[in-house]
């Protein structure tokens, strides 16, 4: 059943990256909306699930939250050595394609939990299975739309996008098929959720957002940032 159900974000996430591949007229608005729907997924999704999972402070501190630091911290670090490594080769000042293709890694990192969190939601039940999966293939959308997105703007070719975003499709039944071999941690998910919200949200707030406003400093820009950011907290109260 858990396998089934994830074919629907199979789905979704490939509707999400084809709306971003139909709309290259309107670059701005695209990356506008996609950073507010990144913004939305972690401040309204990962952050709460990753608190409610892995709560227990480390020297006084949430251990979900250290690991949202150390996740926006990674994403930082690894952005500016590829850029030096990049700026040492002649290419100061240009995108490097890489941090797009680990950016979209890391959302299939993602995708494939959010398989986990299906698998071991019907594990403790069809009820609470059925909930996490509408969370799962509602913001999947958003999932497939960034996948493409991030891997674009850093100027990776078009064919490299598309194959971020079959595997982003993938990932979530690879996820929810593996739970049938094993039981992940509660701990040990809520801890990876801290980490990837941090660096997803390094990602739209230095990347994407400044991006988007670049060359068109718009209020329909801003407009669909918020847009974007609405959407998941309807995905989000939904699912509740």
Known sequence: MAVFVALGAFLMTLVGGWTAQRVTDRRH???????????????????????????????????????????FLTAHLLERLLALRQAAHGADGERVPQVGLGAASAMVGHSLMDGIAIGAAFQAGSAMGLTVALAVITHDFADGFNTYTITRLYGNARRKAVAMLFA??????????????????????????????????YLAAAEILPEAHHDHPAKSTVLCTIAGVGFIWLVVGAAE
Do not use: I, K, N
């Open 29 to 71: 608005l695209v990356l506008g909306l996609a950073g507010g729907l990144m913004l939305g997924v972690v401040g309204l999704d990962l952050l709460p699930e990753a608190m409610d999972a892995a709560g227990r402070e480390v020297w006084g501190v949430p251990q979900a939250m250290l690991l949202f630091v150390g996740g």
């Open 168 to 201: 982003d499709a993938a990932a979530p039944v690879v996820g929810a098929a593996s739970t049938l071999l094993f039981t992940l941690p509660e701990e040990l998910l809520g801890s990876y959720l801290g980490f990837f919200g941090g660096a997803l949200l």
